[in-house]
C-alpha cells in the first residue's frame, strides 16, 4: 500500500506508475494513475493557452539562461503556471518536492557544509 502525495489517499502499490525497476525492486511514481490523469489535463491545458516551450533566447524564470530551451512549470496541486524554467531548474525544484519547505531544507544543509 502506498499513499497518494496529491490525494492523500492510501492505495495499492499497482494504482501508481512504474518509474523504474531494478532486479530487486520497482519503484513506483508519488501520484496514483487518478490524480496523474487530472495532472496531464491540466498540463495540457496550460500548453494549449500559454505554449510548451519558449523560443531559445529567453531567459529561464530560475536562473536566468538563456542557452536552452525552456519548459512550463506548473504546480501539480493547484494546476497553475508558475512560469517556464530550463531542465536542469525544472527537475532540481521537482527533486526537491515542489515546495518552498524542501528547497529551504538544501539551502540549509549547504549553508552547514559550506562552514565544515
Not at 5 to 18: A, H, P
Not at 49 to 69: I, Q
Amino acid at each position: 500500500m502506498k499513499t497518494c502525495i496529491r490525494c492523500e489517499v492510501e492505495k495499492k502499490d499497482t494504482c501508481f506508475e512504474i518509474s523504474s525497476t531494478t532486479k530487486t525492486k520497482t519503484y513506483r511514481k508519488r501520484v496514483c494513475y487518478d490524480c496523474r490523469k487530472e495532472i496531464r489535463k491540466v498540463e495540457k491545458s496550460l500548453q494549449k493557452m500559454h505554449g510548451k516551450t519558449k523560443p531559445l533566447g529567453t531567459p529561464c524564470d530560475c536562473c536566468g539562461r538563456t542557452d536552452v530551451l525552456l519548459c512550463l512549470d506548473h504546480c501539480h496541486i493547484t494546476g497553475k503556471l508558475r512560469g517556464y524554467l530550463c531542465q536542469t531548474c525544472n527537475v532540481s525544484i521537482g527533486g526537491l518536492g515542489d515546495t518552498l519547505a524542501g528547497v529551504k531544507m538544501a539551502e540549509k544543509y549547504l549553508m552547514e557544509c559550506e562552514f565544515k
